[in-house]
C-alpha cells in the first residue's frame, strides 16, 4: 500500500488543521494505522491511531483535541486536530501494519516498532 498525507500548514496557536492519508494499491479497513510526529532532534511519537475494528488510541497530549477516523469512500486517514498548540508543530506521517495488534504492548508503540508503509509525511506549523 502507498500512503500520501496532506493537509499540513502553518495555523496560528487555538486554530484547527485536518490532515489526511490517502491510500492506495489496498484497502485501509485491513490495516491498524496511526500518525506520528517528528521534531528535529527527536525521536518520532505516536499520536493517534486507529485499529482494524476501528477502535482509536491516543498520545496523553492529542486526547480531547484530536480525532483520528477513516474515511472508508476515501480510502483515507484523517486527523483532525483542534486547539492547536506551539508544540503540535512537525512532520506529520501516518503509517499502516498489515498485523493485528495483540494488546501486549502500548498501541501507538507497536504500531511504530512494526510499521510495514510510511509516507513522507506533511509539515505542521503552529505559531
Known amino acids: 500500500v502507498q500512503l500520501v498525507e496532506s493537509g499540513g500548514g502553518s495555523v496560528q496557536a487555538g486554530g484547527s488543521l485536518r490532515l489526511s492519508c490517502a491510500a492506495s494499491g489496498d484497502t485501509i479497513g485491513r490495516y491498524c494505522m496511526g500518525w506520528f510526529r517528528q521534531i528535529p532532534d527527536r525521536e518520532r511519537e505516536g499520536v493517534a491511531g486507529i485499529e482494524s475494528d476501528g477502535s482509536t488510541s491516543y498520545a496523553d497530549s492529542a486526547k480531547d483535541r484530536f480525532t483520528v477516523s477513516r474515511d472508508m469512500s476515501k480510502n483515507s486517514l484523517d486527523l483532525q486536530m483542534d486547539s492547536l498548540k506551539p508544540e503540535d508543530a512537525g512532520v506529520y506521517y501516518c503509517?499502516?501494519?498489515?498485523?493485528?495488534?495483540?494488546?501486549?504492548?502500548?498501541?501507538?508503540?507497536?504500531?511504530?516498532?512494526?510499521?510495514?508503509?510510511w509516507g513522507q509525511g506533511t509539515q505542521v506549523t503552529v505559531s
Open positions: 503509517a499502516a501494519v498489515t498485523s493485528r495488534w495483540t494488546a501486549t504492548r502500548d498501541f501507538l508503540t507497536w504500531l511504530q516498532e512494526m510499521a510495514d508503509y
